[in-house]
């Protein structure tokens, strides 16, 4: 495995652009990144496709993930490429440019310790609240509440991770921020303790 520091680690073949990688991050290989923020600690597998999105600490994504699927004008006569990027059509036509600036206000936000699984999408203006599941070809189109698991095409609930209480403690614990050092002094604990433990533990 890749060892990480507070550099962050971009593999071969990937495209970031207007990007923003945390400490602790790795974007593995053929991975596209537009307009986003990845926070400490997270990782793209192969493949993800990434615009307009505010990703936090500690998410999980696996290979072929797509957030912040970007969408065509269904309300104008065509959806085609050439309302927007008219000037690869026409020597005199320029770009759309306000189409260009409202997609990318339209922004995906993913909250801290998520699971995206393989070939899910989140699409924009969705938020993914901290600690939620996102099953593998889930197609997400409404906010997924916190230490939630949902799954499906449109994506729907599952479950609950945790009962609401111990849900409420762990955001309130916001291990996340914690520093380096007390991440790695509670690495054990982390392993081994279920989480109603480790937050009586650690004073969630």
Same mark, same amino acid.
């Given at each position: ?8 680690? /971009? ?44 990703? %936090?600490?500690? /998410? ?32 005199? @036509?320029?770009?759309?440019? @306000? ?11 993913? %909250? ?16 993914? %609240? ?6 593998? %070809?889930? /197609? ?54 279920? @989480? ?9």
């Amino acid at each position: 495995m890749t060892k990480l520091s507070e550099t962050p680690v /971009v593999e071969d073949g990937c495209v970031l652009v207007n990007t923003d990688l945390g400490r602790y991050t790795e974007v593995q290989t053929g991975t596209v990144m537009v307009n986003s923020t990845l926070g400490d600690y997270s990782y793209v597998i192969r493949y993800g496709d990434i615009a307009n999105a505010t990703i %936090g600490k500690f /998410v999980n994504i696996a290979s072929f993930v797509r957030i912040g699927a970007t969408d065509h004008p269904m309300h104008c006569a065509s959806q085609h490429h050439m309302l927007y990027r008219s000037a690869s059509y026409w020597p005199d @036509a320029e770009d759309d440019a @306000a189409f260009f600036e409202t997609r990318r206000s339209r922004r995906a936000t993913v %909250g801290h310790d998520v699971w995206i699984g393989h070939m899910a999408m989140i699409k924009p203006e969705v938020n993914v %609240g901290n600690g939620a599941v996102v099953a593998m %070809g889930a /197609v997400v189109t409404k906010d997924v509440a916190p230490y939630t698991i949902v799954a499906g095409n449109p994506a729907r609930v599952l479950r609950r991770r945790f009962p609401d209480a111990i849900a409420a403690r762990l955001q309130a614990l916001a291990w996340w921020d914690w520093d380096h050092g007390r991440l790695r002094g509670a690495l054990d604990d982390f392993r081994r303790l279920p @989480a109603e433990a480790f937050l009586e533990r650690y004073g969630g």
